[in-house]
């Protein structure tokens, strides 16, 4: 079955350590977003990228970083310069257009917790 | 700006009542979907249900339906016959500048009293 893994389910960091999420996804799918949830907060974008090897700011990059050398792959960095990384991250992805019209795909998710 | 607002952080329901969740939102984007997002306990986000701008025909997902007031920019979600199985939180988004990215609400939680 097509859909997108996000691994670790459960990630602990120390400080000053930087930390990187994956994300996978066989639904060939050209877009791929990562969001940050916060209680309250609903869900901020953090990165996204609409075609391999280019990728654009979200709203809250700073202390962040990505690549994506795949179409299936779109992992995500947490650096030592993120201030507050403890948070819920969302990994989503969508045919092109899929923001406009058919909406996105999630995974399941990575717990970071800096400890 | 493009903003979105849920003004309901949390709601409460009797199992088998009718609630409605609202939502708010702006935006300067001429052809679009608007969607409601549910992510129960496991945070697995599921799609609930999207409705096209430029119909005037509010869509209806079996138990799930949506008030959308083009003019007042409200986009809100009805639930009926409520079930314990509906308990989560709620999210509506609509497209971004240049809809390429999608732009999440806060979120309502959803509880179900049985």
């Known amino acids: 079955d097509g859909g997108i893994t996000q691994s670790p389910k459960y990630l602990f960091r120390k400080e000053g350590q930087n930390v990187t999420l994956s994300c996978e996804q066989n639904l060939n799918h050209d877009a791929m977003y990562w969001y940050r949830q916060d209680p309250g907060q609903g869900l901020r974008l953090i990165y996204y990228?609409?075609?391999?090897?280019?990728?654009q700011k979200g709203d809250i990059a700073e202390g962040y970083s990505v690549s994506r050398e795949k179409k299936e792959s779109f992992p995500l960095t947490v650096t030592s310069a993120q201030k507050n990384p403890t948070a819920f991250y969302l990994c989503?992805?969508?045919?092109?257009?899929?923001?406009?019209?058919?909406?996105?795909?999630f995974g399941s998710g990575t717990r970071l917790t800096v400890v | 700006a493009q903003t979105v607002t849920q003004s309901q952080p949390e709601m409460s329901v009797q199992e088998a009542e009718t609630v409605t969740l609202s939502c708010t939102y702006d935006?300067?984007?001429?052809?679009?979907?608007l969607f409601w997002y549910k992510q129960p306990p496991s945070r697995q986000m599921i799609l609930v249900i999207r409705q096209e701008a430029y119909k005037q025909q509010n869509a209806t997902e079996n138990r799930f339906s949506v008030n959308f007031q083009k003019a007042a920019k409200s986009f809100s979600l009805k639930i009926s016959d409520s079930q314990l199985g509906d308990a989560a939180m709620y999210f509506c988004a609509f497209p971004g500048k240049g809809a390429q990215k999608l732009v999440f609400g806060q979120g309502t939680r959803l509880t179900i009293n049985p």
């Open positions: 935006t300067s984007e001429s052809d679009y979907y």
């Open positions: 989503a992805s969508s045919p092109i257009g899929g923001a406009r019209a058919g909406g996105y795909t």
């Open positions: 990228s609409q075609i391999v090897n280019d990728f």
